[in-house]
């Protein structure tokens, strides 16, 4: 419990920071479960040659969801009552959110070129029964173009939202340090 030295200004800087760092990781979360990457013939959104991949179908998908969970768990950690504790948690959410939206990041900006090509690999992987002939699989790959969903902006804005919110608490943190400092000592 806080005393009087602290202040309304602490108690919105640490409900503004568990807000921000909690809202942050459920949006980069939802998104990690949800599409990321959709391959379909270019100009059409009907023609889908793959079904859509979710965040956690990728590897920084998976990264995205644990750090989802990181930031949440050190958010909830900042009500512990050890100053170093709450330095630590809101560093440890700043940088969880850092995380997130770099994974993201490197997701768009390797490209979707991964993705057509291994679209294209998994149609001349049919059995040969099945597989159009070549000619044409050349002609679809000229053709097919990745296109990221929702889900990876979703995860990108989470991430955004969580450094926000670590770098409030943060604030909040280094703040109530000298106030609760004054405090007299009760036996």
């Known amino acids: 419990m806080e005393g009087p030295a602290a202040g309304s200004g602490h108690r919105v800087l640490r409900i503004a920071g568990l807000l921000l ?19 379909g013939l270019v100009g059409s959104s009907v023609d889908v040659i793959t079904p859509e991949e979710l965040g956690v179908d990728r ?43 770099l994974a993201c990041m490197l997701l768009v900006t390797l490209g979707t070129r991964r993705f057509e090509t291994a679209a294209i690999d998994r149609i001349k992987a049919l059995p040969e029964a099945t597989r159009p002939p070549e000619e044409l699989i050349d002609g679809i790959a000229e053709l097919t173009e990745a296109r990221f969903r929702g889900g990876v902006w979703l995860s990108l804005g989470g991430g955004i939202v969580v450094v926000v919110g670590g770098v409030t608490t943060g604030a909040w943190a280094r703040r109530i340090r000298p106030a609760l400092a004054e405090q007299p000592v009760r036996p």
């Open 21 to 39: 760092v909690g809202t942050g990781a459920l949006l980069a979360g939802f998104g990690a479960l949800s599409a990321w990457v959709e391959v």
């Open 59 to 101: 590897p920084e998908g998976i990264v995205v969801l644990a750090l989802a969970v990181v930031a949440i768990v050190a958010a909830l950690m900042t009500r512990s009552g050890a100053d170093a504790a709450r330095d630590r948690a809101a560093v440890v959410a700043t940088v969880a959110g850092i995380a997130i939206v």
